[in-house]
């Protein structure tokens, strides 16, 4: 257990309507990722970061945004979200030191429906 | 920048079979490599790890893997599959220092009585 909590689990909304999925860590660890995951892609890179206020772009950014102010809480926010944007959203945490080869640890997933 | 594929999108073995999942990844330096595990509706589960040294991998539940350098593949294998193993397999390749991974679109394991 790698003491990590996404919330919400399950959210449907509209169109156009500001979405916020809350990822946190127990743990304070450097390094937060978000990620989706879809049906024939597998998961793919949202945004991640690798400390307070240091965030940078992976592969699927166009439409969100991240923020980090604390280390155990990353946020990923959806402004105006749309229906491509229906997915399965993992959080994950790499553990770093001895031992730790850059493995990620998920969290559950929060399940977004945009209608 | 690194990338991940993973040819076979679903593949079907009876259970007692052995088996092989491939993945090929692309990146300039060493690679840090990876194969998870998903279960339905579960988050994904780390099965084993390359980085260095050995290039023949064990991992949990008898999965292995093998890194082959000069045909850029990291191929999963298991000799004698189970009817547990049924679940999502996704390769993933991370940068150097491992601070950024990518993964692959996953193959779908069935397992046939």
């Known amino acids: 257990d790698a003491g990590i909590t996404q919330s919400p689990r399950h959210k449907v909304t509209e169109t156009g309507t500001p979405v916020t999925l809350r990822c946190h860590q127990t743990?304070?660890?450097?390094?937060m990722y978000w990620y989706r995951q879809d049906p024939g892609h597998g998961l793919r890179l949202i945004h991640y970061?690798?400390?307070?206020?240091?965030?940078d772009k992976g592969e699927v950014s166009d439409g969100y945004s991240v923020s980090r102010s604390k280390t155990e809480d990353f946020l990923l926010t959806l402004e105006s979200a749309t229906s491509s944007q229906t997915s399965v959203y993992f959080c994950?945490?790499?553990?770093?030191?001895?031992?730790?080869?850059?493995?990620?640890?998920f969290g559950e997933g929060s399940r977004l429906t945009v209608l | 920048a690194q990338s991940v594929t993973q040819p076979d999108i679903h593949i079907t073995v009876s259970e007692g079979a052995s088996l092989e999942l491939r993945c090929n990844y692309s990146?300039?330096?060493?690679?840090?490599l990876f194969w998870y595990v998903q279960s339905p509706g579960q988050g994904l589960q780390l099965l084993l790890k390359y980085f260095s040294g050995d290039t023949l991998v064990q991992g949990i539940k008898g999965f292995e893997a093998e890194f082959k350098r000069s045909q850029s593949s990291f191929n999963l294998r298991k000799p004698s599959v189970h009817w547990s193993d049924a679940a999502e397999y996704f390769c993933?390749?991370?940068?150097?220092?491992?601070?950024?991974?990518?993964f692959g679109a996953g193959t779908r394991l069935f397992v046939k009585a």
């Open positions: 743990e304070n660890h450097r390094y």
């Open positions: 990146y300039g330096a060493t690679p840090y």
């Open positions: 993933a390749v991370a940068n150097t220092g491992g601070f950024k991974t990518i």
């Open positions: 970061s690798y400390g307070v206020k240091d965030t």
């Open positions: 994950a945490i790499r553990k770093t030191g001895q031992g730790n080869s850059g493995e990620l640890f």
